[in-house]
């Protein structure tokens, strides 16, 4: 972002983004204008799915099998994850033009073998019980209308034994610098999630308890106070040796 000019515009595309997702009422975070929103994923978020996607693989080792990255988007998270895993991966948004944007973007990479886009609601997934074997999601979980419905599809859609990775942030493997710049850009123009759609950690705990979730982690970024992340393994079924009787 060395250019004055170009910056000034990357702001104003992501104000114009911020101001119209405070008014969405569906599950994508892409507001009225996913083509905005795609221009600022590929430019001042751009170092960010990359090394997301690097600390997924080396946080929870699933390289193989079913992901489903919801509320995808352009498909930057999904397409990072296909170029350092062997995963089939499902994009899904609920905006038709977000999936299209998605489609897009997985055919300039090459990827339209690994990444397949879906357009679907998480509250209501087009997926069958114990599909996939990991769920990410970045940026999406605060526009989600029922958190609870949500969050009971991801951990119905999730295989036994898998694992969701879902919440907002930039990650633990960002460079501070670019952390710093990022933030800088955001703060000046005073953009960020709109604060009646926060949640608090809290308010996030018993969401999860309410949707069936008993055991989680909830983090925010390694380093900061800032994003918050939950992650979660669906429990694999008891075997007979573990009923006991009475």
């Known amino acids: 972002m060395n250019s004055f000019p ?17 008014a969405a009422s569906g599950q994508t975070n892409m507001g009225d204008d996913p083509e905005a929103f795609d221009k600022i994923a590929r430019t001042l978020f ?9 600390q997924i693989k080396e946080d929870y080792g ?26 089939e991966i499902y994009s899904l948004d609920i905006n038709p033009k977000a ?6 973007n997985i055919k300039d990479n090459k990827l339209e073998g690994r990444v397949k ?23 999406s979980y605060i526009f989600w209308p029922d958190k609870v419905r949500a969050f009971k599809e991801i951990l ?12 907002g942030g930039m990650g633990n493997l960002l460079p501070q610098a670019d ?10 123009e005073k953009i960020g999630p709109p604060a009646d759609l926060m949640v608090s950690f809290d308010e996030m705990g018993k969401l999860l308890r309410q949707a069936g979730i008993r ?28 009923i006991k009787t009475p």
């Open 156 to 167: 119905r859609v999730l295989k036994p034994g898998g694992t969701a990775f879902i919440g």
């Open 6 to 22: 170009v910056r000034k515009a990357l702001l104003a595309l992501l104000a114009g983004f911020i101001l119209s997702a405070s």
């Open 46 to 54: 751009k170092p960010i799915y990359p090394l997301l996607a690097r």
């Open 215 to 242: 055991e989680f982690n909830i983090t925010t970024d390694e380093g900061c106070l800032c994003g918050l992340w939950v992650e979660f393994q669906k429990p694999a079924p008891k075997s007979v040796g573990d």
């Open 179 to 188: 952390r710093r710049r990022i933030q800088d850009a955001m703060d000046e």
């Open 62 to 87: 699933i390289t193989k099998g079913i992901c489903v990255d919801a509320g995808s988007g352009p498909g930057y998270l999904a397409i990072e994850l296909a170029k350092t895993t062997d995963l």
């Open 117 to 139: 886009t879906v357009t679907g609601d998480v509250q209501k997934m087009p997926f069958p019980d114990n599909f996939a074997q990991l769920i990410v999601s970045r940026g």
């Open 99 to 104: 999936s299209e944007i998605a489609g897009r």
